[in-house]
């Protein structure tokens, strides 16, 4: 076992075999559409667009529990926002049609601004209040959808808005199919490598703040407000910049979802939405960013691979014996509650939380001493 982890810790650390990795999981990427429809079928990769788009949506939940330790259950509200914005800018609705360079900022910015909005009257509320508030606001924002459609017809009710347009760059429309170099690639594999590209972005970012003195700050006031404040950081201006930076990046994942569906109604976005995409980051890792990826990627997949459960039933037994969809939402939350006994902390948990959930304290110890000793 120690021989393994030397070579797993040599690895990691050697350069060559990490581009190597790299390498190796971009052609894997590039290749997952046309592996996954010739084997699985087309409807996969409809769910590989879809785990892309949760994907972005954790890692922006991400930063507001993650980071900042603001306990929000009301986050799909600014993905609601973000859809809505698309639909109604790019549909018959209101008669506009404006491209889509365009409407994927107005919509990150529109969500941006919902976001303060949430965080200014709740900057002074922590844990199971701040989680109502949020909740209440997710729930408010759904209601207000769903009964717009009087007596200014704004969002057309429970009917949801449809005809919306497809993503596209000038002539080039992403819902048709498309021939290069004698490859043919349809609708929803050039919407696979759209939201890739746009993932990856949000990734990139996510690192980029993780380690930056504004992610510091969010940690700091997570760990401990008081002392963070103490220590003369602003905690309202980083508070609300964590629901800003969160919120955009569920508007820009709300207006990928609204361009790729051509359809929304409020019930896209209900509460159990929230919950699953906070259940991500909890089960994968919170505060990591390859954990949350993890968590998108399980909780999207794993539910859609326990619909064949039925078909299974028949095979083995002959006949059904438990009802599908009841066995496979048991198992699903079966297999939550399991990971949080033996993983508290996630599959993939940050360094921190590992020791803070670990029966080595010390470590954790150690390591802000170190850090105290270099800043003097």
Known sequence: MDKLRQRWNALRHDRHAAWAAALALAVLLM????????????GWVRILDFTLLYIMLALGLNIVVGYAGLLDLGYIAFYAVGAYTYALLASPQFGLHLPFWALL??????????GILLGAPTLRLRGDYLAIVTLGFGEIIRIFLNNLNAPVNITNGPQGINLIDPVSFGSFSLSETHTFFGVTFPGIY????????LALLVIFVSLRLQNSRIGRAWVAIREDEVAAEAMGINT????????AMGASFAGISGGLFAGFQGFISPES????????????????????????????????????????????????????????????????????VLIMIFRPAGLVPSVRRRHEFGSDASVLAQEQASLYDARR
């Open 31 to 42: 290749l997952l559409p046309f592996i996954t429809g010739e084997t699985l079928g087309r």
């Open 105 to 114: 900022p107005i919509g990150a910015g529109i969500a941006g601004i919902f």
């Open 190 to 197: 050039t919407y696979y490598y759209l939201f890739l590209l």
């Open 236 to 243: 309202r201006n980083i508070k609300l910049l964590a629901f």
């Open 269 to 336: 976005f209900n509460l159990f939405e929230s919950i699953i995409v906070l259940c991500m980051i909890v089960l994968g890792g919170m505060g990591n960013i390859g954990g949350v990826i993890l968590g998108a990627v399980l909780l999207t997949v794993f539910p859609e691979a326990l619909r064949y459960i039925g078909d299974l039933q028949h095979y083995l037994f002959g006949r059904v014996l438990v009802d599908a969809a009841d066995l496979r939402m048991l198992l699903f939350g079966l297999a939550l």
